[in-house]
């Protein structure tokens, strides 16, 4: 089994400086950090937990195939935000993406992310077959 470890990074300044990568694979395990909806400097669908989910859920996509690995991968998800009562418009985006893959999924509230602008934070986990 190969159990090299490939670091995929977004380009964000804050990898280096925090030493986190956006993604990790080891082996056939793919970890996804947790990811907003920031694009550069820029925050994705302000105001707007729902557009903030589909871009993150893009964003996430890209760092998979960057891993060589899919959505069709992911057997765990784990969703963070910052307004319970918004589960249901997180929960559409959700099903929009994993109807038929079905993973594991975990969402809890919490008191906030890094800016008060941010609503939803995602992390994944894949295992590639």
Same mark, same amino acid.
């Given at each position: 089994?190969?159990?090299?470890?490939?670091?995929?990074?977004?380009?964000?300044?804050?990898e280096?400086?925090?030493?986190?990568?956006?993604?990790?694979?080891?082996?056939?395990?793919v970890?996804?950090?947790? &990811?907003?909806?920031? /694009?550069?400097? @820029?925050?994705?669908?302000? !105001?707007?937990?729902y557009? +903030?989910?589909?871009?993150?859920? *893009?964003?996430?996509?890209?760092?998979?195939?960057?891993?060589?690995?899919?959505?069709?991968?992911?057997?765990?998800?784990? &969703?963070?935000?910052? /307004?319970i009562? @918004?589960?249901?418009?997180? !929960?559409?985006?959700?099903? +929009?993406?994993?109807?038929?893959? *079905?993973?594991?999924?975990?969402?809890?509230?919490?008191?906030?992310?890094?800016?008060?602008?941010?609503?939803?934070?995602?992390?994944?986990?894949?295992?590639?077959?």
């Amino acid at each position: 089994m190969n159990t090299s470890r490939i670091n995929i990074g977004s380009g964000s300044p804050w990898e280096s400086i925090v030493g986190y990568s956006r993604a990790v694979r080891v082996g056939n395990i793919v970890e996804v950090a947790g &990811t907003t909806a920031v /694009d550069g400097d @820029q925050i994705i669908g302000k !105001g707007d937990i729902y557009e +903030q989910t589909k871009f993150i859920f *893009r964003k996430i996509e890209k760092a998979l195939h960057e891993a060589g690995a899919s959505m069709q991968d992911v057997v765990r998800t784990r &969703t963070f935000v910052t /307004d319970i009562s @918004q589960w249901e418009k997180v !929960g559409m985006a959700h099903g +929009q993406v994993f109807k038929d893959i *079905r993973p594991v999924a975990t969402m809890v509230e919490v008191s906030r992310l890094i800016d008060p602008e941010l609503l939803v934070e995602i992390e994944v986990s894949a295992v590639l077959k």
